[in-house]
């Protein structure tokens, strides 16, 4: 078991309760007479207010006390029509679920408190929705969707609470620090750290203004966790060590364990594994660990490790069985497919919303169109009244010969529509091929893209920064970021290199060709296609996976060949096998794994080329028809049935071969061979 698997449960732990923007909402600002709100009972809204702060302060010490305080809050609230309430109650049923590991739960109510706050006058707690779904989907380990949430929280912060910069900057810097950003996280958790202290001595963050949460405790165990991730286990244990105490001085049950954590998790990697067992039975000792199970996960697991590294057999499986039972529960699959679907359920939502507007526009435009259809028919009908004797007479004249010339045109158009149906279908089934090879190409160039966006956004900060030092005659602080800002710079220049060779290598094999053989590296070429036509899959349907093997004969050498002809065969009978195994996975057979193979062999004349599937095989009483001009077993509309024929016709063209070797039930084989 790696050591990272306990800090990188502690990125889920420590965000709980930092990404509330939390301040007692005690009078609700929102105007209590406005067309939103009717008028509350006074005694009824003040319940509904004790409620929700009880619910608030059992958030993270007793979640199951808070999420009954929080129902019945919300329940009184609900026949009030008190949004504020409501959405308070929503939010802290969030933060409860949260502690319990329930996402699913966590999910849905977060984004109905995000829908009843969103009109709200007071946008505080609108922006505290943006911060909880920060933490829940960092939770779900998807630090993408976490970091928009954060920036968009920051965004909001900005512009109506300045001087609260404390908490969007340390959530940003926890996304970073998810996804191996360490010198961005560093960078971002030390403005936090700033923000934090010049708040407190501006007296907008007191001692008691914040239920159960002092940002500095959260921000050193971020701190912490980015310098053990570098591998700087000095300056970690420097930071856990201040966390623990800031924890015990705000009497901080949450923070003290994460920081206990990420001791343990530090002793580990430097091999002080008596410090490491010491924490992680401090966690365990902790009363609030019952209620905080992703804390108690990462506690066990360290302490499994140990023993099991210093081989005490009984004390490993202890807590090896301790980590099961809890892992089932706190991150079962079924949980994180549930919360997968209602954050669908919500884009979902806001696509419908988005139609409902069209519609109704689109309505409005056909009314508009309808009126003015009927005043030109109107004039039309007049005309035509006027005229009908006259167009009478020209009709009867007219009539054979536009008889004539329409039969006439309808036979050609018959004859022409015969011609180019057999050219258009072998057009669809380039414009395929080519729609799935751009699916790939996209895929490619999307993961240099996004570090090089990363990298540039964090050195302009880190230059506004320099700047600043050097006008306070910090230069050695100036020196540091300087560096910072050169290491930047060398990872754009080398995410952009691996862009440009994949924009060259792209053009090279996708340009128009010239219809001329050219020496080609045949193995490189089809591992090429195989990646793209995988990544062209995989951005139709992110569900799909198969296991990819490739045997590339290093003797084969080049050999003269179109290659933008033979990636379209290769392309095309990958694609058959994606297909094959993924509709054997359909049949949900124990223990079947989707398996790619791809091949190459040098013979005495001739290279090989073989492209294997385990999926369902190919009948035999189909076999002899496979390669005949429109014949498919896909459904229709899924294929044309001239993918195989076409690929049949380029390998002869080159003086090749293309056959099949299969067995129903088991998959499938087919073989290219080539002149070499």
Known sequence: MKCTTHYSAMLIQCSLGLFLWVTPIPGFTQTENSPDHPIHKKDDTAEVNRLNNLAEADEFANADAAIKFAKQAYALADPLHYRDGMAFATLLLNGAYNTLGDYRLALYYCFKSRDLSKDLVDQHLYIRCCGHLVETYYYLGEPDKALSYAREEKTLVEKYYPKRMTFPLVDIAKCFQVAHLDDSAIFYAKKSLAAYFTARASGVLKSGTYIGIDPKTYILSTLGLAFLDKGKYDSALTYFRNGINAAIEAKLGVDLIDNCNGMAST?????????????????????????????????????????????????????????????DSLFSRQKTIEA???????????????????????????????????????????????????????????????????????????????????????????MASLGELTAGIAHEIQNPLNFMNNFSEVNGELIEEMKQEMNNGNLQEAKTIADNIGENEQKINAHGKRADAIVKGMLQ??????????PTDINALADEYLRLAYHGLRAKDNSFNAILKTDFDTSTGKINLISQDIGRVLLN????????????????????????????????????????????????????????????????????????????????????????????????????????
Do not use: C
């Open 509 to 518: 094999h996708s340009g128009r060709t010239t219809g001329q053989k050219e």
């Open 340 to 430: 997968e679907n209602i954050a669908f359920d919500e884009q979902e939502k806001q696509k419908a919303i988005e139609a409902s507007r069209l519609k109704y526009q689109n309505q409005l435009k056909m009314f508009l169109l309808a009126g003015g259809f009927v005043a030109a028919l109107a004039i039309v009908f007049i005309l035509f009244r006027n005229n009908r004797h006259r167009q009478r007479a020209y009709a009867l004249l007219n009539e054979q010969q536009e008889e004539t010339v329409r039969q006439k045109a309808k036979a050609e158009s018959a004859l022409g529509d015969l011609k180019s149906a057999q050219a258009q279908l072998i057009q669809s089934e380039k």
């Open 267 to 327: 002793f580990v990697k430097t091999g002080n594994l008596d410090s490491a067992i010491w924490y992680g039975k401090r966690v365990l000792a902790e009363k609030l660990a019952i209620f905080y199970p992703a804390g108690l996960l990462a506690a066990e697991e360290t302490l499994y490790y140990v023993y099991r590294k210093q081989s005490k057999t009984d004390s490993a499986l202890k807590y090896l069985e301790a980590v099961s039972t809890l892992n």
């Open 573 to 676: 009978l990958y694609n058959n096998a994606f297909y094959a195994v993924g509709e054997r996975k359909k049949s949900a057979e124990p223990g079947y794994e989707p398996r790619i193979s791809v091949s190459t062999k040098r013979m005495e004349d001739n290279v090989e080329i073989a492209v294997k599937d385990n999926g369902n095989g190919i009948p035999q009483t189909i076999i002899d028809k496979i390669f005949q001009p429109f014949f498919t077993t896909k459904p229709t509309g899924q294929g044309t049935g001239l993918g195989l024929s076409l690929s049949y016709d380029i390998v002869k063209a080159h003086s090749g071969e293309i056959k099949v070797e299969t067995k129903e039930g088991e998959g499938s084989e087919f073989i290219i061979q080539l002149p070499a």
